[in-house]
């Protein structure tokens, strides 16, 4: 069992609906990530929380939006969607920004498809 | 800026053989990681191994090692007698330590590799 759950798993929505996406992890890290998976692109970073602040905000849409109510959980609340926005978005955590190794502790994804 | 680069979009391997995976980078910084991460279907990325600019010898993990040849930018995994659960998406992601930003990591397009029975 990964100790990142990211919910739903898969999610399919309208361009004009609101939902959200969940990642909680239980591995005591302080730091958390979001990351963007679309099919023969590389993984992009969309945002970073340490210590319940965010840190990064990669140039993304506002129709993005993260939360981040505690260091065991992260939220990206989803509205007025693109069909371009359909894909894997990946939870990720650490210990420490970079930590000692900088290894990254990923979650399952939640498939997300935009009609 | 830091670039990766996986040039080989699949890869094939009879199982119990050994398989590279190749990866080169690109970088101005000089003190750098380089990771791998292991995506199989179910989406998780594990990570698998870590190398780091400044080792003097190749790391290694069970059956992965890392062959790094940093003269040469690359930083190629050998997973060495391979398994049918070894088939999956490979990355190779490299992050930096200088700047305010090494908390980044770069991520490469993937290579999908297959293990035949």
């Known amino acids: 069992e990964t100790g990142v759950t990211q919910t739903p798993r898969h999610l399919v929505m309208g361009m004009t609906n609101k939902k959200s996406l969940k990642c909680e992890q239980h591995?005591?890290?302080?730091?958390m990530y979001w990351y963007k998976q679309s099919a023969k692109k590389p993984l992009e970073l969309m945002f970073v929380?340490?210590?319940?602040?965010?840190?990064e905000n990669n140039s993304v849409p506002s129709r993005f939006s993260p939360e981040c109510p505690n260091s065991s959980h992260l939220f990206l609340h989803l509205h007025t969607l693109q069909p371009e926005d359909s894909a894997l978005y990946l939870c990720?955590?650490?210990?420490?920004?970079?930590?000692?190794?900088?290894?990254?502790?990923f979650g399952e994804g939640s498939r997300l498809t935009v009609l | 800026a830091q670039k990766i680069t996986q040039t080989q979009p699949g890869m094939f391997v009879q199982e119990k053989e050994a398989v590279t995976l190749d990866c080169t980078y690109d970088?101005?910084?000089?003190?750098?990681?380089l990771f791998w991460y292991k995506q199989p279907s179910s989406g998780e990325m594990i990570f698998l191994i870590y190398?780091?600019?400044?080792?003097?010898q190749n790391a290694t993990e069970g059956r992965y090692s890392l062959n790094f040849q940093k003269a040469r930018k690359s930083a190629n995994l050998v997973i060495s007698a391979s398994q049918l659960g070894d088939s999956a998406m490979y990355f190779c992601?490299?992050?930096?330590?200088?700047?305010?930003?090494?908390?980044?990591?770069?991520f490469g397009k993937g290579t999908l590799l297959t293990v035949n029975p």
């Open positions: 990720a955590s650490s210990q420490g920004l970079a930590g000692p190794t900088g290894e990254l502790f």
């Open positions: 591995l005591g890290h302080n730091a």
């Open positions: 929380y340490s210590l319940e602040e965010r840190v």
């Open positions: 970088t101005s910084d000089q003190s750098y990681g």
């Open positions: 190398q780091g600019s400044y080792d003097e």
């Open positions: 992601a490299m992050r930096g330590r200088g700047g305010g930003s090494n908390y980044k990591l770069t």
